[in-house]
């Protein structure tokens, strides 16, 4: 898609909601907070869009055999390859260095091919605290009513954001 439809699609779609992935020792996520974003804080930590915009590259939700929502796939960039190496240690996160990271929602690590490949692409920032810390918001626009039920259902600890400037 040229940068011109993209930016179009944008405006259409600005003010939605967005899901942020906290890149830490445990999966952490935050709904609630509304796209384009420039940062967010939780408590005291404050994050700020890292430098690479609001687009960075596709995205994919990730679907099992009964289109039960697993987790997401970010395919990295040119200057997001860091991101394999920071979520290394992280066990709900497998990467491949050269094209991607999967972060799971829950134990289940099976993805079927065909319900797992939106390419997905209208928000997907990187944000970075002023300790280092990182964290990924995606657009949610593709997801179902069905998804965001089982999205509820994860693993994981759930935080509150406020928006930043």
Known sequence: MNSELRLEAQKQLADRECL???LRPRLTLVKGLRWP???FAIGNRIYRNAGFGDWTSF???LRNKDSVLL???YWLSHGTEFLTKY???LTYVKGDPTRNIEIYFSACRLPEAALSADQAFLYDAIFQSERGDYAIGFGMEELSDKDLKSLERADAE????SPQE
């Not at 759930?158 to 954001?161: K, Q, R």
Request: proline share 0%; no cysteine; charged share 20%.
């Open 20 to 22: 942020l992935v906290l």
């Open 37 to 39: 974003l420039n940062g």
């Open 59 to 61: 995205y994919d939700w």
């Open 71 to 73: 987790g997401v796939r």
């Open 87 to 89: 979520t290394e240690r």
């Open 158 to 161: 759930w935080s509150v954001a």
